[in-house]
Every structure is written in C-alpha cells, then in structure tokens.
C-alpha cells in the first residue's frame, strides 16, 4: 500500500476479518539506552514486549495499541554493573505518520526502574518508533517495531542514586532496539 496524506485521521488494524482485541509479543536483540547528556550507555543482549491492540478500522492513532509489559536481560551499564531493568505501568503506541510500509509514531508514558550495585536511576518520557507491516508472502514476514535513537523523544533519567556521575538527575537519555512482532496472521497498520 502506498503513502496517505499525513492528515489522515483514522487507521486500520488488520487484517480484518476478525475484528475484536487481541494481544501480541514482541522480541529484540540487543537494546541500548544512552545518557545523551554524559554518553553513558545502558546495554541488554535481549528484550521482550507483550501488548494489546484491537482489531478493525476507523480507529484513532494515539493508543492504538497498548505495551503492558517488557523484560529485559543481562543488562550492563557502567564499569561494567549488572542491572535490572522493571516496566512500570502501561506505555502507549501511537500512530502519527502513515509511511509506504505503515507507520510512524511515538511509544508515550514510558517508564522504567534502573537497579544496579551502588546505582538506581528510573527513566521515563516518550520516544519515537516506526511501524514496519507484515507483507502479504507465503509465509508472510514478522511485522517491526522499530524504536528509534533519535530526536524527538524525551526521556529523562530521575529518582538517581549513586552512579558515580555517570547518570545524573535529569539527564537525557535515547533507546534503540528492534522488535520483531509474534502473531498467527500478518499484522498490519495502515491509514485509513
């Protein structure tokens, strides 16, 4: 399907038929988080995403799909600390722009705790995300949700405890990571 205007203002979740909510999963390599203000980077060799959409046309972009949960593994900060890393509350999917191959947006209220030996720090804000749709091949490819390190998002890092300078209250910080998207027939958004 090609480019729609960018004000469009509704979109299809398909394929359709079936109508109706339904839920999805999503895997990731590694993943990265960045202080922007002190360089500083927070690396996992794995991730995980579970979350919620509805099925059908005609629908808003803001929420149109909803991040209950994320796990991620073997995270490695600075000098060389283990973290943990604990998804607070629902992050919200955000369609904005239809693109050729689906859409881009924004994942909205993120917000996550940082746990490691003599460092804690909790991140939370917004970031940017393009949508890649499943095609139509036999079998047909897994859908993307491709979490982008750049501008504009607006993560900020809060609530730190110790880190030896290397994160700082209120400091910036950026995400990238790339989910391939689970589900028993080719997901896909498109507007209208």
């Known amino acids: 399907m090609g480019a729609v205007p960018a004000g469009a203002a509704t ?15 999503g895997s990731a390599g590694q993943t990265v988080l960045t202080d922007t203000t002190t360089g500083t980077q927070l690396t996992c060799s794995s991730s995980t995403a579970t979350g919620a959409a509805t099925r059908g046309s005609g629908q808003a972009g803001p929420g149109i799909a909803r991040i209950t949960s994320t796990t991620f593994s073997n995270c490695v900060g600075p000098l060389g600390i283990m973290f943990t890393v604990q998804h607070v509350g629902t992050w919200l999917l955000n369609a904005v722009t239809p693109t050729a191959t689906g859409a881009n947006g924004t994942i909205t209220a993120v ?5 490691g ?7 939370s804000g917004s970031v940017p995300v393009s949508f890649i749709n499943s095609n139509n091949a036999t079998p047909p490819s897994q859908a993307q949700l491709q979490v982008l390190p750049t501008n504009p998002g607006t993560l900020t890092i809060t609530n730190v405890s110790g880190c030896f300078g290397l994160i700082n209250n209120n400091d ?18 498109t507007s209208p």
Do not use: D
């Not at 917000?111 to 746990?115: E, N, P, T, Y």
């Open 117 to 123: 030996s003599l460092c804690s720090a909790t991140v």
């Open 11 to 25: 979109w299809t979740v398909g394929p359709t038929p079936p109508t109706g909510p339904f839920t999805f999963n």
């Open 172 to 189: 910036k910080a950026s995400f990238r990571g790339t989910y391939n998207i689970t589900n028993p027939v080719p997901l896909r958004i």
């Open 111 to 115: 917000q996550a705790r940082l746990s």
